[in-house]
């Protein structure tokens, strides 16, 4: 156990060093092959909505892991990707750029904004568990400014005040018509994760959203 | 029974209204009846209107838990159509439209029947081909249904948004010219007059509380908030209500009671010249005599009996109403409601027997079932003075849902690809 | 004459500040701050509309949302036309134009008006008892004349150009109604630090203080004081206050809908500014401050402009610093309109005449009046007044009848037959109102949510038990919601004002047997007459009368109308008003726009819009779209001058020649992982599972339990615990829940998981005999050859250096991949595809040929060829069902007598006899054209195309045995002909299969 | 809109996030391939349908994504209490009279 954790750490520490911004990350990863390789097109590329008191803007792409595990395997998966996976509803964890929100009794969303691939991370766990790769499944986009949550609180009917939802909290829920994972990165920021194919409704909305917190 | 006429109100307008009648007596209940409607709703009232005229059967109780029309009679969004695909639901609903094509004459009554035109969106090609389907199924019926390209609809409609660029534009409709409304209030009442008339007691604030049945499992009459009504032949028409009653008989329901809202705008000038429905986008809207835009929601998704129901039903609904007009923003709404609708499983009425002997059921009618009002009623109660269905409702058994003969209108439509 | 009836140093706004308006094209001059009714009465109109059904002339009642009379039209532009606003809520602004409305062809000359004088054909009800001979005529006739005859404003013509918001909030308590109980109850709670939101409707808080000119707060008069809270209540971060805000409805578990108006009332409202914006606000709390309403006296023509609320006209007075005439009467059952006279009076304004239907009013009200030198005619009533379009003058008698009549002069009168308390949103919270026969009110009575009610709307009517009652239910509500207990001192009521009851029902002279109009509900014409001959024809539940007479249906709700029509009416049913109940009161209390309800959701946020990864390449190459769900798909990529057809033909030709890709993506995908994946596909599908190999594909087949076909797709076995399962695009939410359903509920025992990937993956459909050609300069680390990778595998590996899972797999007949990336690499990888295509001729294919080339092969598409009452059996499909399983879902439900019975209608194909002639999708398919209608229809056309690769038509079709009519030729009934078909197979191209690997 | 507790979220949240999902605890028959044609009527059709307290599923499909019971009024649509699937139908309802 104790070389494992440590195995996990040494492994994050390089990478830690060589933490690159997105395109190279798309280079390196297509350059593993031989044949031509292509580019990589975000869904809401070059997109950024501004407002008194609030900017809405696109988050760069990263590795996400949709992880399934019973009880007995969480410990080991937490060791495999060197951050605790949250056992209490609601809530997540950060640490060395990877973030693991707890979705469900049985199901988190490990994040990496690092470059590195918590996939293989999970694939080394023996335990019993199920880890897809959502990396492009889902968009991310940051609500950023002290109207944030009165942006986000346009279409998103839970309570969103500090003291219910404070800085680290996550959950699943909607936002207007759509199914967003919603996550408090700090007291003036929210991240928004949803799929891909929508994200431009939900750009949009919280760009309305965000004319009128600030109207 | 006074008849109701122009020369009748000029009469009354000379001595101030004085020698208008009752409309319908409130007697208190006798001991016994030779049949019981449980339920004065439209298909109740008219029911008991039928069993009367048409079989001679006057001896009659119809038993309200309020006031008669109350229910989902008054609450309803009263649009009329019958371009059903289904030979079955075809036959019902275009037997009650014939019937309702002569109804004001018949119950001397004017129950304000409108056949303006019921126009049904298209918005995907899904749509157009289910819609397709309709028309042949109903032309071959002899029931009137027919395409309109989306600018064949804006003229129809004028307000109606056909822009390609819309979020979901027009492709097309369905339209059943003798589709139309009618005015809820009048068909209960007009109903209720005219049973009352022929000695059918109306009886109101009067509750159900219990079946009895005989050694031999016979019906043997009704214990009511008025004491115990005596009836060798019960019906129960209680929407809403009918799984609770039918369990008083021990009979267990496939169904279930959702909330159903609707709600109408201020008055204003016509502006909508017929009824528009699109299930698309799901909203559907007419505008009444009054001028007031009458839009039904849709149901919300739990099983309550509290005529009530979530802001976000109405807030889905006006969406599409405005997306469909987008002129209608600034209106208002003014009144919000909800009622109580019964839906089976394959969303068609049952009409028919119980396993219970004199026992009689008219239920399941979903989101729909005023637009039947006349024809439900005229073969319900053949059903009961007959003790057995008249064709047209022979197919809207209980026994469908053990032997898989559905009459799923739904599934014939609504499933996407 | 301008500003004439504006009384220098009454009121609160400055004079200084004027706003120019219009009303009906004439321009006039009031203040900021004003209401239009407040600028219309300053210049000394009172004429204002025109009522529903007998076109009489109306003034203004009330001085806020309770008004039935005073609507008009406002115009902001050609766009921005709002029908039946309330004058008296409308708040001025600079260059505000008013029309008004339901009179033709002006305000005072009104055609329609004839209606009044025919009046007595329109009784209540009327319109059930005629109009039906001759048959044809209502609708031709009757009802057109009815429908241009009703309604009141005229709706917007051009599409809105405002905006509307949306927020959801949450708070421990709310509080609704911002007078003075509102403001003491908010400030208790804000003051124990929990989250407070208080709501009115006005502009200001302040409530009645706007015109209780007497009240005294903490050293202050009580409108003073109240401004000094409100101000201390926005300063504080715990509270947010909402003006120019109505709570429109109560719903479950204190969920509380608010439409705040933004911009109404600006003369310029800025770009970003929504018009109103909708609160849904769920409070821990509830706090009813909603006050009460003035009721009207019912006597005859007591409609006349000119007539009005006392508290309406103490309102103009004091607020706005309007006298509503130079010489008033006052019509009263109560002592409130006497504080109103005595405002007046010091004021300068003449008071003729206060007449009293009580005996001996007493008091020190009265005293003080009296010492004022105001004439007071106890046991009097108004019988009748002079006037038309403005009332001239009032005659009096005494209210016992009589012949002691006297007419005295006045240009406005004042009336007032007390107070009904608001309990609307009470009741819409399902509180059970109790009726208290000791001041005749409906109070609340059983409370059905976290709420408590406080003030006028509980009937209490001193305002320091007013201050007290909302002080604690202030300091209750927080601490019940978790707040601490509060600091601030309650306020101290140094000066009250105290009015008695007032009266219920019609007043003397328009008793039981009187002809008079004396209405009840104003805008529906309701007079006491029309409720007294409903409940004569048999209407005996109040709701029978309301909805006979429409009492209580305009678009006031019956403020100042329902109780005075149920005491009419059980008055008439000599029965106890409890005994006869009270209509209910229904969402919302205010008319709410449908604006404010919709919100965003307009256009582009109407409804999410789904876009594949390859959307925009599809965009740019000319592609046009079909919706299929939410989904945006590519339809067909017509070429500078193609139609439809010839594209669709040109595509379906080239993938059969050369190759064609197509975007797939829209498919669902769920991948299921686990150990007993296996085994959860065994129940969830009807094939057989566990022996498929990895590395290999199979087509699966779900029913619903019911046993009926629910969706489709290739399912790829990626090793032995992960599958990869496909589902119909409009099916992916759907099937996902059902196989989420199943395994949580019936099956949790099973050590699976399931995860959508339907967006992981952007899908290109590669199809036709080159594809390998294409696809194999850019796949890297997978053998594609037949030998290594045949027809029905997945493999994994990289295609253009990013990672794929490669199926080998046919929609079209044809040897086929569909190649799976990454989404955000879909749209490179498509056109690193499309230029190897290129190379070979290949096109771009949209989903009208992809529907043709599977139908060419016969293959289904469930929601299509099947339709939720399909089989198994009936598609013809019976091999994908695994004969040795003992359990999946439908298993039992498909063996269901009727879902085996003989003659149901099984898939076939459909040659027509003339093969250029296409049939109709949906077309009805008979045996005997000749029959008369209703005929008997054996099926219906469930596919149908003009197929270039055939040179014919073909159609698949449902057909009633359509398997043991093979060869049997068949009808297809048209409009305009009939159509011969011939019964066949379903497969009409390369039978063999040859293709899938040619 | 109603608030819902999520026995697996452990907090109340609004409707919008849930689905209902008909009534509980009518389980599918393990041996339902044998099942008479009356046994499959009553378990896929009949529903009870109550007027008063209703034992029901819901879906928390846009928070958790769990399937639990509920114990609701469906005159009042208050609910009861709500618990986590495959739990036995509660014996004693908290606040609810016999």
């Not at chain 2, 201020?266 to 007031?292: F, L, R, W």
């Not at chain 3, 509500?477 to 309650?490: E, Q, S, V, Y």
């Not at chain 3, 009521?493 to 019609?506: F, I, T």
Request: net charge neutral.
């Amino acid at each position: 156990m104790v070389k494992g954790s440590q195995g996990v750490k040494s492994v994050q520490g390089a990478k830690n060093v060589q933490r690159t911004k997105r395109v190279q990350a798309a280079k390196k990863e297509a350059q593993t092959g031989d044949a031509v390789t292509v580019e990589r097109r975000e869904a809401l590329a070059g997109r950024v909505f501004s407002a008194a008191g609030v900017t809405v803007t696109p988050l760069p792409p990263a590795e996400r892991v949709s992880l399934r595990a019973p009880e007995d395997s969480v410990a080991a998966l937490s060791r495999a990707l060197g951050v605790t996976l949250p056992a209490k509803p609601k809530t997540s964890a950060a640490k060395a750029g990877r973030l693991a929100f707890w979705l469900g009794p049985d199901e988190w969303m490990v994040i990496d904004e690092g470059g590195k691939d918590p996939l293989a991370d999970c694939a080394r766990v023996k335990a019993l568990h199920s880890a897809v790769g959502i990396s492009h499944r889902n968009v991310a986009i940051a609500v950023t400014g002290p109207a944030c949550e009165a942006t986000v609180s346009a279409g998103c009917p839970q309570d969103l005040s500090l003291a219910v939802f404070p800085v680290g909290a996550v959950s699943r829920t909607v936002l207007g018509k759509a199914e967003i994972v919603l996550y408090r990165a700090a007291e003036d920021s929210f991240r928004i994760e949803c799929w891909r194919s929508f994200s431009d409704y939900v750009f949009t909305f919280l760009s309305e959203a965000a004319r009128d917190a600030a109207a | 029974m006074k008849k109701y006429s122009v020369f009748a109100i000029a009469r009354e307008a000379m001595r101030g209204h004085k020698g208008w009648e009752a409309q319908w007596r409130s007697p208190e209940p006798k001991k016994e009846y030779d049949v019981i409607i449980v339920g004065a709703g439209g298909h109740g009232l008219g029911t008991a209107y039928y069993l009367a005229k048409e079989h001679g059967i006057t001896n009659i109780a119809v038993l309200e838990k309020g006031w008669l029309g109350g229910g989902n009679t008054g609450r309803n969004t009263t649009i009329i159509r019958s371009n059903y695909l289904y030979d079955e639901s075809a036959g019902i609903y275009d037997h009650a439209l014939k019937l309702w094509d002569g109804l004001s004459q018949d119950l001397n009554y004017n129950v304000m029947y409108s056949p303006r035109g019921v126009m049904m969106l298209a918005h995907n090609i899904h749509d157009v081909q289910v819609f397709k389907r309709h028309i042949h199924a109903n032309r071959l019926n002899g029931v009137d249904n027919e395409w309109l390209t989306p600018e064949q609809a804006k003229a129809y409609c004028p307000p109606l948004n056909i822009a390609a660029h819309a979020r979901y534009p027009v492709m097309g409709a369905a339209l059943q010219r003798r589709g139309g409304t009618a005015r809820h209030d009048a068909v209960a009442w007009g109903y209720a007059r005219a049973a009352s008339a022929r000695g059918v007691d109306i009886i109101q604030n009067c509750e159900v509380t219990g079946i009895k049945r005989a050694a031999n499992g016979a019906v043997t009459g009704v214990e009511t908030s008025k004491g115990f009504i005596g009836a060798k032949k019960v019906g129960v028409v209680a929407s809403g209500h009918s799984s609770v009653l039918m369990n008083m008989a021990g009979v267990r329901m496939p169904l279930e009671s959702y909330p159903l809202q609707a709600l109408v705008s201020e008055p204003v000038k016509p502006v909508v010249p017929c009824v528009v429905m699109s299930n698309t986008v799901h909203a559907y809207i007419s505008q009444s005599d009054k001028g007031e835009l009458v839009i039904g929601a849709g149901t919300d998704q739990y099983i309550s009996y509290s005529q009530t129901g979530g802001l976000h039903i109405l807030e889905h609904t006006l969406d599409a109403i405005c997306e469909m007009f987008p002129i209608f923003t600034r209106m208002k709404m003014l009144r919000s409601w909800g009622g109580i609708v019964d839906v089976t499983p394959d969303r068609s009425p049952i009409l028919a027997k119980t396993p219970v002997k004199g026992l009689y059921v008219n239920c399941g009618w979903g989101t729909g079932g005023f637009k039947a009002t006349p024809g439900s009623a005229d073969v319900f109660a053949h059903t009961i003075a007959r003790d057995e269905p008249h064709k047209i409702n022979a197919p809207f058994t209980l026994e469908r849902f053990r032997t898989g003969r559905l009459i799923d209108e739904a599934a014939a439509a609504a499933v996407a690809h | 004459m301008a500003d004439s009836f504006r009384i220098s140093g009454a009121g609160r706004f400055s004079h200084a500040k004027t706003a120019r308006f219009t009303f009906d094209d004439k321009p006039y001059s009031g203040i900021e701050g004003d209401t239009l009714a407040s600028a219309l009465l300053a210049n000394g109109v009172h004429l204002v509309g025109r009522s529903f059904k007998y076109h009489r002339p109306r003034g203004i009642l009330s001085a806020g949302a309770e008004e039935p009379n005073a609507l008009v039209g406002i115009h902001r532009d050609a766009a921005r036309k709002t029908p039946n606003v309330r004058a008296t809520v409308q708040e001025l602004y600079d260059g505000l134009t008013a029309v008004s409305q339901n009179r033709w062809p002006s305000l005072s000359f009104d055609v329609g008006a004839v209606n009044d004088v025919a009046s007595p054909f329109f009784s209540a009800g009327f319109y059930y008892k005629t109009f039906m001979w001759p048959k044809a005529a209502w609708k031709s006739l009757y009802e057109p004349k009815i429908r241009e005859a009703a309604g009141l404003g005229v709706s917007p013509d051009q599409p809105d150009p405002d905006h509307y918001s949306a927020r959801f909030a949450h708070c421990e308590v709310l509080v609704l109604g911002g007078g003075a109980a509102g403001l003491a109850a908010a400030l208790a709670a804000a003051e124990s630090g929990v989250r407070v939101i208080l709501v009115d409707e006005q502009a200001e808080l302040g409530g009645a203080l706007r015109f209780e000119s007497a009240a005294r707060i903490e050293g202050q008069d009580g409108w003073t004081w109240a401004q000094g809270i409100a101000a201390r209540l926005k300063a504080m971060p715990n509270v947010r206050v909402l003006t120019r805000t109505t709570a429109f409805g109560y719903y479950a578990q204190n969920f509380v809908g608010l439409t705040e108006r933004v911009t109404d009332h600006l003369s310029s409202p800025g770009m970003d500014q929504p018009r109103e914006r909708l609160w849904q606000v769920r409070a821990r709390r509830v706090v009813l401050a909603t006050g009460a309403i003035e009721r009207h006296m019912v006597f005859a023509d007591n409609d006349r402009p000119g007539i009005m609320l006392a508290s309406a006209a103490r309102t103009y007075l004091n607020h706005y610093g309007v006298a509503v005439g130079r010489n008033v009467g006052v019509y009263t059952a109560n002592d409130s309109a006497y504080a109103a006279a005595l405002d007046l009076k010091k004021a300068g304004v003449n008071v003729a005449a206060i007449v009293d239907l009580r005996d001996n009013p007493s008091g020190d009200l009265i005293d003080q009046t009296r010492a004022a030198g105001i004439e007071i005619h106890g046991g009097r009533a108004v019988v009748s007044v002079g006037g038309k379009l403005r009332i001239s003058s009032m005659t009096v008698q005494p209210r016992t009848g009589g012949k002691n009549q006297r007419t005295i002069p006045v240009d406005a009168l004042l009336m007032s037959a007390g107070w009904t308390p608001s309990v609307h949103l009470f009741s819409q919270s399902r509180g059970k109102v109790a009726f208290n026969e000791q001041v005749k009110r409906f109070l609340p009575g059983t409370y059905a949510q976290d709420c408590i009610s406080i003030g006028g709307c509980n009937g209490t009517d001193e305002l320091s038990t007013c201050m007290d009652e909302a002080y604690a239910a202030g300091l209750k509500a927080a601490k019940d919601a978790g707040g601490k207990t509060a600091k601030a001192a309650k306020p101290k009521v140094e000066a009250d004002e105290v009015w008695s009851r007032g009266m219920l029902g019609a007043a003397p002279g328009a008793e039981a047997g009187t002809t008079v109009k004396a209405f009840v509900d104003f805008q529906n014409d309701v007079t006491a007459k029309d409720i007294r001959q409903a409940v004569h024809e048999g209407m005996r539940s109040i709701e029978h009368v309301k909805r006979f007479t429409t009492n209580g249906m305009a678009t006031d709700q019956g403020k100042t109308s329902n109780m005075h029509g149920l005491a009419i009416a059980a008055d008439e049913l000599s029965r106890a008003i409890p005994e006869v109940g009270l209509t209910t009161f229904r969402a919302p209390y205010t008319p709410v726009t449908f604006g404010s309800i919709v919100g965003h959701a307009r256009g582009s946020l109407f409804d999410p819009t789904r876009r594949t990864a390859m959307h925009d390449w599809a965009e740019r190459n000319g592609a046009a779209f079909e919706d299929v769900g939410q989904w945006k798909r590519a339809w067909y990529f017509p070429r500078a001058g193609e139609d439809m057809h010839a594209a669709v033909n040109r595509e379906c030709v080239t993938v059969r020649k050369t190759a064609g890709l197509f975007d797939a993506s829209t498919l669902g995908k769920i991948e299921v992982v686990g150990p007993d994946a296996a085994a959860f596909m065994e129940l969830l599908y009807t094939n057989p599972w566990q022996k498929l190999d990895p590395g290999r594909c199979r087509y699966g087949l779900m029913l619903r339990e019911d046993g009926f076909i629910y969706d489709d797709g290739v399912v790829g076995r990626l090793a032995a615990d992960r599958f990869h399962v496909t589902t119909t695009t409009g099916g992916a939410a759907r099937v996902m829940n059902h196989m989420e359903d199943y395994l949580q509920t019936e099956f949790p025992h099973l050590k699976v998981w399931l995860t959508s990937t339907s967006e992981q993956w952007a899908v290109i459909a590669v199809q036709g005999p080159k594809s390998r050609d294409i696809i194999a300069p850019l796949v890297e680390g997978i053998d594609i050859s037949d030998a290594a990778m045949p027809h029905m595998s997945v493999r994994e590996g990289k295609i253009c250096g990013v990672p794929t899972r490669l199926f080998r797999m046919s929609f079209s007949g044809e040897r086929g991949f569909e190649v799976n990336v990454p989404a955000d690499y879909g749209e490179t990888v498509w056109e690193a595809l499309w230029a190897e295509g290129q190379k070979h001729g290949a096109c771009a294919y949209g989903t009208e040929a992809m529907h043709i080339l599977r139908a060419e092969k016969g293959y289904i598409i469930v929601g299509q060829d099947t339709d939720g009452t399909v089989t198994v059996n009936d598609a013809g499909i019976d091999w994908a069902i695994g004969r040795k399983k003992t359990d999946f879902v439908g298993i039992r439900g498909m063996k269901r007598p009727d879902l085996v019975a003989p003659g149901r209608k099984q898939l076939v194909g459909l040659k027509t006899k003339d093969p250029k002639v296409v049939l109709e999708e949906g077309a009805q398919i008979v045996a005997d054209p000749n029959q008369p209608v209703p005929m008997t229809m054996i099926g219906h056309v469930t596919s149908s195309y003009w197929s270039e690769n055939c040179g014919r038509s073909i159609a698949l079709a449902l057909v009633a045995g359509g398997r043991d009519r093979m060869g049997e030729t068949l009808h297809v009934p048209m409009p305009d002909r009939t159509i011969e078909v011939e019964v066949t197979g379903t497969v009409f191209f390369d039978e063999k299969g040859e293709h899938l690997n040619g | 809109m109603l608030l819902i507790r999520c026995p697996y979220c452990e907090e109340e949240r609004p409707e919008l996030e849930f689905r209902n999902a008909g009534e509980a605890h009518v389980a599918r028959p393990a041996d339902i391939a044998a099942i008479s044609d009356e046994d499959f009527e009553a378990f896929f059709f009949i529903r009870s349908n109550p007027k008063g307290i209703i034992y029901e599923r819901w879906r928390h499909i846009h928070g958790c994504a769990r399937f639990f019971n509920a114990v609701r009024d469906t005159v009042s649509d208050k609910f009861v209490m709500t618990y986590k699937a495959g739990e036995p139908k509660p014996k004693k309802l908290p606040g609810v009279a016999k």
